[in-house]
């Protein structure tokens, strides 16, 4: 260890010596969001961002078109989009005592160092209590001087429509930065939500150079093998009956497609949520078959079958929705759909690649016992298609991602350093649980005691 900071460790509990220092390096830390969890930055398009955690802009998402959503949501459209820097609100920021402290201690405002270190560019709807949790848990501060700033925690917002692949690459570049922003820092912790791992671990497999600069990960709900709820979406659309009922669950659904056409169309410009598909492994983890067909499958070939041109194939889906929607001449359906196919081979080269992508320190937390998709059976009868019959759930996972792939069944045993289940914990909102977000911090202080 370097001689260039210092910490402080409480005592024991009753020990009224107080406080003790010992010699460590500064490690930060860095939170990557799931899916759709980052706000990002829209020219046009009635005025409004992609930002969760501003409920006007997103109820414009749900009143839009089709096509005015395409326009901006596929990546042939719209090639890139960036996250929003400056917070929706700073009353969060400018409320907490606490990170107010933190930032006089650096003699800075605490809504330009925390947006410095890329809050904003997450929804704070989401990821506000486990930001705010870590800062102010892992750098003690007093007054106006600071007893420990040895981990700044940063957050990683990047355009989640994008190959997981190339938001990886970005994670690589961002974490490049925050080391040289802070003399003396070698390494950092991930800590991820949902999709988030999956970047995580798609910037290890591209970029082995930043390996040995990460020194643990904390995943929280990883789909780790896929999930059965991005197959299912594409026959049934988002809807109210599987996909949850409450206002914000319904204006979602109705943005991303509240029926099998909008949300086919949508989906095939959305390389990074496409690689939420079911892996080639996710079978070998399942407590069930999770996908029936009448001609029995190999589902350890399962991307051959989302390339059919046939229903379950997703590409004869695909070709469906464009003949219901009635928007394209058989010339423009012919090219979505080789468009569509091309990017579907992607998924499994993407699926393949992260396979074996594991960090050696990783920390497992995911959640069980709510309603999530298990199953789907196509030897069901069209009626018993039309009547949503075929899609099956069951209590097993936290709503989104089955537990036999949040609880990363793939990792090596030696990797997996801890693992830990919650009970009823929805998806999205894990990581506003204090007990969840606990459990994170534990693991990274684990994580820096054996460093």
Not at 318 to 334: L, S
Request: charged share 20%; proline share 6%; with cysteine.
């Amino acid at each position: 260890m370097s001689d260039d900071h210092y910490c402080a460790q409480r005592r024991p509990e009753g020990n009224a010596a107080g406080w003790d220092t010992c010699n460590i390096d500064t490690v930060p830390i860095v939170f990557i969001p799931g899916v759709m969890g980052s706000r990002l930055k829209v020219s046009g398009f009635l005025k409004a961002d992609w930002d969760p955690d501003d409920n006007f802009a997103m109820v414009g998402w749900a009143l839009s078109t089709l096509g005015q959503k395409q326009g901006v949501l596929s990546v042939d459209k719209t090639p890139q989009l960036e996250p929003i820097r400056s917070f929706q609100s700073e009353k969060p920021i400018r409320k907490n005592k606490s990170l107010k402290n933190i930032a006089a201690a650096l003699h800075t405002d605490p809504v330009k160092l925390y947006e410095a270190r890329g809050w904003g560019a997450v929804a704070w709807s989401f990821y506000g209590a486990v930001l705010t949790q870590l800062e102010t848990s892992l750098n003690m501060a007093s007054g106006q001087s600071t007893l420990s700033i040895l981990n700044p925690v940063y957050a990683f917002g990047y355009d989640f429509r994008r190959s997981n692949f190339l938001s990886g690459d970005k994670l690589a570049e961002f974490i490049e930065k925050v080391l040289k922003e802070n003399p003396g820092a070698k390494q950092v912790i991930l800590v991820t939500h949902s999709m988030g791992g999956l970047v995580a671990r798609a910037a290890l497999t591209r970029n082995p150079a930043i390996v040995p600069k990460v020194l643990g990960i904390v995943h929280g709900a990883q789909p780790s093998n896929g999930a059965v709820v991005a197959y299912r979406r594409f026959f049934t659309g988002a809807i109210s009956s599987m996909d949850g009922g409450a206002i914000p669950e319904r204006t979602l659904e109705t943005i991303i497609g509240s029926d099998p056409v909008d949300y086919t169309i949508l989906q095939v410009g959305l390389p990074g949520p496409l690689e939420l598909l079911p892996n080639h492994t996710f079978h070998l983890h399942a407590k069930d078959r999770w996908l029936t067909t009448r001609d029995e499958f190999d589902l350890g070939n399962i991307h051959a079958l989302y390339r059919r041109s046939t229903a379950p194939g997703l590409v004869g889906q695909f070709v469906a929705a464009m003949v219901a929607n009635d928007d394209a001449t058989p010339t423009e359906r012919f090219a979505l759909q080789s468009t569509f196919s091309v990017r579907l081979g992607l998924v499994e080269d993407f699926h393949k690649a992260l396979e074996n992508a594991w960090h050696p320190n990783t920390h497992i937390l995911y959640s069980d016992e709510l309603k999530t998709d298990a199953r789907v059976d196509w030897t069901a009868t069209q009626r018993e298609r039309d009547s949503l019959e075929p899609f099956h759930q069951t209590p097993s996972g936290d709503g989104t991602v089955p537990a036999d792939s949040g609880r990363c069944p793939g990792i090596p045993i030696a990797y997996a350093k801890s693992r830990k289940q919650f009970a009823k914990l929805e998806h999205a909102g894990c990581y506003k649980d204090e007990a969840f977000n606990q459990w994170a911090l534990d693991r990274i202080r684990l994580i820096l005691s054996r460093s």
